[in-house]
């Protein structure tokens, strides 16, 4: 390989000047040597005052820019456009969501996520979630063939096959905020944790009792590895079934000061149980699909008027888009005894 030999306390400045002429080889490492560097070079027409040598230089590793270069001479921009907003990253994999007219080229687009990302698999999704126990289906297409790993959001690990239970990573900044408005000492019940996000990262900031119960079974196995896994044993109690019954068998005479309601499309369902379980002035911090606030709202205010309670809205937000319209919303509600 042809090179600019000069001495080391020249290098960055014949470095600078040669790419200025646009006489460097990006493509080649630059290499020093007793007290001399080898700047690569990409043509033997050099002026006089630069010494040419022939050396070994190592090649220059080069990564596309960005998503769009991998991909630009496979889809259209706005097929490029479409996809960057389509993937989780979850741990070391990818989960994609490609439009039916593009399945044609899932191979491709699954190469590509897995160059772009340096993640080690990626997986497409082939349903809707479904089921009880809220899971989707998924086909791998690049990487490994491995479907659990290691997700690590606001200091904690949480471990999940991703085709067993779900999980979303776009959830991460709304679990922050639950766990920052936690007061020590303060009892909770997740009702439908899945493997625990919003448990593990309230226990791992905060000194609270937390029950944490979902229907899934592999959820829960997860959910009792991830508490294993943040050092968590005696900060959460893991309950396996449906909350109706988790609560009868369990809860009598129980309240919370704190109940996550985490499960959007189904939550309004067990609004009535919530205002059951929540302790006077506790928080019920209550998930739903809405294309407003209004809705979700009226609810709550609804489920507690039947139990002869008032309701205080601390707080509303939209946690992510869930389709055009549509949003799945956070609503904050402090529940009080109107006696």
């Not at 936690?182 to 996000?197: N, S, T």
């Not at 205010?301 to 319209?325: D, M, W």
Request: charged share 35%; aromatic share 6%; proline share 3%.
């Amino acid at each position: 390989m042809k090179a600019v030999k000069v001495p080391l306390k020249s290098l960055n400045d014949t470095r600078k000047a040669l790419m200025e002429k646009k006489l460097m080889n990006l493509d080649y490492k630059i290499k020093t040597k007793d007290n001399y560097g080898f700047i690569p070079i990409n043509t033997d027409e050099m002026p006089e005052e630069y010494e040419i040598v022939d050396i070994d230089l190592e090649t220059l590793k080069r990564y596309p820019k960005n998503f769009t270069e991998l991909l630009k001479d496979v889809l259209t921009i706005d097929e490029i456009e479409e996809l960057k907003t389509s993937f989780d990253i979850i741990g070391d994999i990818v989960i994609v969501e490609i439009p039916e007219e593009l399945k044609s080229k899932k191979k491709e687009i699954g190469k590509a996520t897995l160059e772009f990302t340096k993640r080690k698999s990626v997986f497409m999704k082939k349903s809707a979630i479904h089921g009880t126990i809220r899971i989707r289906d998924l086909e791998l297409i690049a990487g490994e063939d491995n479907a659990i790993t290691i997700h690590k959001e606001h200091g904690t690990r949480l471990k999940l096959n991703v085709k067993e239970v779900y999980f979303s990573p776009r959830l991460a900044t709304e679990r922050k905020r639950i766990a920052d408005n936690v007061k020590d000492g303060e009892k909770i019940l997740d009702m439908f944790c899945g493997i625990g996000p919003f448990p593990i990262v309230i226990a791992k900031n905060k000194n609270a009792d937390i029950t944490a119960v979902d229907i899934n079974n592999d959820a829960i196995k997860y959910l009792d590895e991830n508490i294993r896994l943040n050092k968590l044993k005696g900060d959460i109690i893991p309950l396996c079934g449906d909350i109706r019954e988790v609560a009868k068998e369990n809860f009598e005479n129980e309240k919370f000061d704190r109940i996550i309601m985490n499960l959007p499309g189904l939550a309004f369902e067990f609004l009535d149980l919530a205002v059951d379980l929540i302790a006077d002035n506790g928080v019920i911090n209550y998930y739903e699909f809405s294309d407003s606030f209004s809705q979700g709202i009226e609810r709550i205010q609804k489920a507690a008027h039947k139990k002869n309670k008032k309701v205080e809205i601390l707080n509303t937000r939209k946690v992510k888009s869930s389709s055009p319209g549509m949003w799945h919303v956070s609503i904050d509600g402090k529940i009080i005894d109107s006696n």
